[in-house]
T-cell receptor
Framework: NAGVTQTPKFQVLKTGQSMTLQCAQDMNHNSMYWYRQDPGMGLRLIYY???????DKGEVPNGYNVSRLNKREFSLRLESAAPSQTSVYFCASREFGVGTEAFFGQGTRLTVV | AQSVTQLDSHVSVSEGTPVLLRCNYSSSYSPSLFWYVQHPNKGLQLLLK??????LVKGINGFEAEFKKSETSFHLTKPSAHMSDAAEYFCVVSAFSGTYKYIFGTGTRLKVLA
């Protein structure tokens, strides 16, 4: 099973460029999440989607937009990239509920120059 | 709202000695708690989870954690460290507060000395 698949794995952008990070899961999970990981700060929640058709802001949503395209896919868009958005981005999915664990993609390493 | 605090950003132990990684949580509702491990330049792997059943939870690779409601803690332990345990460890809290957020601590980097 593929689990959670993120594309691309690496990306370099110039300041002001836009791009979309793609995430797809094949586990039929209802909830999906986007995080960014920076040294010493753990994983911070950018946006999440509790179920198909809903999205909500997390801790650090500024500069990002998301789309829950269908139950499988949850994309993250940077409209005008900034150097502060240089980070490793992780997508995750989990079944709806408190006690269910999240499954993570392998991450996208994004550098904005 | 919920949050989690990992009390040590770095922990060093000698191979063969016990490991203790500390995590405190805050939640207005009954939480579920998780520990993940991340090896360098790798993804995240679930070690164990607590979901209101037994308070002592056993995970993979000899790790275990004890949920203590009175202390709002969920510390991760292992009796004997191995070189392969060197990694970053994250404590996660999840509780229903209108929606099901999944909130990470800032991580503890474990170094194992030969």
């Amino acid at each position: 099973n593929a689990g959670v698949t993120q594309t691309p794995k690496f990306q370099v952008l110039k300041t002001g460029q836009s791009m979309t990070l793609q995430c797809a899961q094949d586990m039929n999970h209802n909830s999906m999440y986007w995080y960014r990981q920076d040294p010493g700060m753990g994983l911070r929640l950018i946006y999440y989607s509790a179920s198909e058709g809903t999205t909500d802001k997390g801790e650090v949503p500024n500069g990002y937009n998301v789309s829950r395209l269908n139950k499988r896919e949850f994309s993250l868009r940077l409209e005008s990239a900034a150097p502060s958005q240089t980070s490793v981005y992780f997508c995750a999915s989990r079944e709806f509920g408190v006690g269910t664990e999240a499954f993570f993609g392998q991450g996208t390493r994004l550098t904005v120059v | 709202a919920q949050s989690v605090t990992q009390l040590d950003s770095h922990v060093s132990v000698s191979e063969g000695t016990p490991v203790l990684l500390r995590c405190n949580y805050s939640s207005s509702y009954s939480p579920s708690l998780f520990w993940y491990v991340q090896h360098p330049n790798k993804g995240l792997q679930l070690l164990l989870k607590y979901t209101s059943a037994a308070t002592l939870v056993k995970g993979i690779n000899g790790f275990e954690a004890e949920f203590k409601k009175s202390e709002t803690s969920f510390h991760l332990t292992k009796p004997s460290a191995h070189m392969s345990d060197a990694a970053e460890y994250f404590c996660v809290v999840s509780a229903f507060s209108g929606t099901y957020k999944y909130i990470f601590g800032t991580g503890t980097r474990l170094k194992v000395l030969a």
